[in-house]
């Protein structure tokens, strides 16, 4: 008896697991029934215009909107990149857009930092570099399903992000605080984090700027930057974010325009329209199998190799799927549909990338497109859950590199005077308001004496905190001339690479904040009188003093 109810439980427990098996294969049945019943419905003219996303404005006027239209309508594009305006604006032509669309459009947009950095009206989230501070990894991989829900609540199905370049240049004219630091494990998993959290809302990643941009010393949007590596070096270094990210089911990658001798041998050309470098590196011997994009091809580091039409050929040659940016999108769309019946293009090679694509919208939803909803737009995407994340990170990424004789915390009850002096060109209201609604602060300014017992607060404010720049000479020696004389804290609101060209040796503290926002400022305060403790640690090097992976904590809490 007991025989005959085991053989039965088997039984049941086998046709569960084959019923499992089933449904799994069901799925992938359908998503390929979708993808082969639309190509098999295709012209030669529709599959070719499926390779194109071309870049499209919500700030202009409706000669722009028409020829967009015109384009989608005549050429069969595949997809929009969408750049500057406002989110509502951009829901309303989305929708325009997708109901002219024979086959749903696939949305990009970069937005490495959130919405805001295209769009107004948007959040916006902190730097890769700050990101690059914080060490819970966590944190990141929410900020990547913030980023997300809000990319998908828009009808964005691509996010041109994260950025997985090592930034190892501290020159770099064009990455700089868009990685998240000079350490690749460091980078890694940062990307990796980021990815898991924006893809679980169906939002594809692309990892960028492949084989790795952290290293150049030019701008590829102005010209062809080299990375005069060795093949080994490349792939030890920057590859290796790379290699982790799509073993993690990065979605898509996003191939820059380099000049990589040591990968590519025919002088000059670039990585974005190499053979080798796209098809046999990336596809062949890394084993990418997700859609491969190129950096966009008005950009002078690849526009500058040949003549609109031909770069397109030639990039899809090398082995992209999408066309990102086309400067004259029907020429290259005829000079592509050519190349075809010549024989140049076979069918395998075209139906490979058209494929991936219409796989690709599968995976986003398209299969089961639907218009965005403009009611509460904007309110959706800037929720109360966006602001405590904003605050919880910034907190955890600000960096303190320097306590001698552990001067911080200040004590509320504090009798010294603290003298506060601020530099720079950007706004330091919060600093300043917070800082005096909890201690006697004096504000003194360069010209104005400062008594021997006081404590000078300098900190330096950047209206723009993206640029790396250097703090200016003459802040440089102000604030140096102080620090001989006086005990000085320290408060970088900018760049960790800003504060390269300070000599720290009589400054007694100092925090690198990376950010010049209002939160950030306030955090600056609660962690100077130690109500928060420093937890973040560099994510790229300041000096020889100051390297990766440095940040202190307090010793000692005061109340």
């Given amino acids: 008896m007991n025989r005959i109810i085991s053989i039965v439980f088997l039984m049941i427990i086998t046709n569960s697991c084959q019923n499992k098996v089933e449904i799994k294969e069901s799925k992938i049945d359908l998503k390929s029934q979708w993808v082969d019943s639309i190509y098999s419905k295709m012209t030669l003219e529709e599959k070719v215009g499926q390779l194109f996303m071309v870049a499209t404005y919500s700030n202009r006027d409706s000669t722009h909107i028409n020829s967009i239209k015109r384009?989608?309508?005549n050429y069969h594009l595949g997809g929009l990149c969408f750049f500057q305006n406002s989110a509502i604006k951009q829901a309303e032509l989305t929708n325009q857009y997708q109901e002219i669309a024979k086959i749903p459009l696939l949305i990009s947009i970069d937005a490495e930092w959130?919405?805001?950095m295209r769009l107004d009206s948007t959040f916006r989230y902190p730097y890769n570099m700050t990101l690059g501070a914080v060490q819970n990894n966590n944190l990141i991989m929410q900020i990547g399903q913030q980023i997300g829900k809000h990319c998908k609540r828009l009808g964005i199905h691509v996010n041109?992000?994260?950025?997985?370049?090592?930034?190892?240049?501290?020159?770099n004219p064009i990455i700089g605080v868009r990685?998240?630091?000079e350490n690749k494990i460091n980078v890694a998993e940062k990307a990796v984090a980021f990815t898991k959290g924006m893809q679980s809302e169906e939002v594809m990643a692309c990892a960028k700027h492949f084989p790795g941009h952290g290293d150049s010393a030019k701008d590829s949007h102005k010209t062809l930057p080299t990375i005069s590596f060795d093949a080994q070096r490349i792939d030890s270094v920057e590859l290796y974010p790379f290699k982790q990210v799509f073993e993690k089911g990065m979605a898509s990658v996003m191939v820059a325009h380099l000049n990589v001798p040591s990968l590519e041998s025919a002088d000059g050309l670039p990585s974005s329209l190499s053979y080798k470098i796209t098809t046999e590196l990336l596809k062949e011997k890394l084993n990418y199998r997700g859609l491969i994009f190129t950096d966009a091809l008005n950009m002078k580091g690849a526009a500058n190799f040949g003549e609109p039409g031909a770069i397109d050929l030639l990039a899809f040659k090398a082995g992209n799927d999408v066309l990102l940016f086309s400067e004259d999108a029907p020429k290259a769309i005829s000079m592509i549909i050519s190349a075809y019946q010549n024989q140049e293009i076979t069918e395998e090679r075209l139906a490979h990338s058209v494929k991936k694509i219409l796989a690709a919208k599968y995976d986003v939803g398209l299969n089961n497109y639907q218009p965005i909803e403009l009611q509460n737009l904007v309110a959706e995407l800037n929720t109360k859950a966006d602001k405590e994340l904003?605050?919880?990170?910034?907190?955890?990424?600000?960096t303190l590199i320097k306590n001698k004789n552990q001067l911080l915390p200040i004590a509320k009850d504090s009798t010294q005077n603290v003298v506060l002096i601020s530099l720079g060109d950007g706004d330091n209201t919060n600093f300043s308001n917070a800082l005096k609604s909890e201690i006697k602060v004096l504000d003194r300014n360069q010209h104005q004496k400062i008594n021997q017992q006081d404590l000078v607060l300098i900190s330096y404010h950047r209206k723009n905190t993206r640029k790396t720049n250097l703090i200016s000479n003459k802040d440089i020696q102000l604030i140096e001339k102080i620090s001989k004389n006086h005990r000085v804290v320290f408060v970088d609101f900018a760049s960790l690479y800003s504060a390269s060209n300070i000599s720290f040796s009589n400054i007694e503290a100092a925090i690198?904040?990376?950010?010049?926002?209002?939160?950030?400022q306030k955090a600056v305060v609660q962690m100077i009188l130690g109500r928060i403790n420093a937890k973040g640690k560099l994510p790229a090097s300041i000096n020889n003093e100051f390297k990766v992976g440095l940040g202190l904590e307090f010793t000692t809490q005061h109340n």
């Fill in 179 to 181: 990685s998240y630091g």
């Fill in 390 to 398: 904003y605050q919880e990170t910034v907190e955890k990424a600000i």
């Fill in 71 to 73: 384009l989608i309508q």
């Fill in 160 to 171: 041109f992000a994260p950025v997985v370049d090592i930034n190892t240049n501290p020159k």
């Fill in 114 to 116: 959130g919405l805001s």
């Fill in 512 to 520: 690198i904040a990376y950010e010049n926002s209002g939160v950030a």
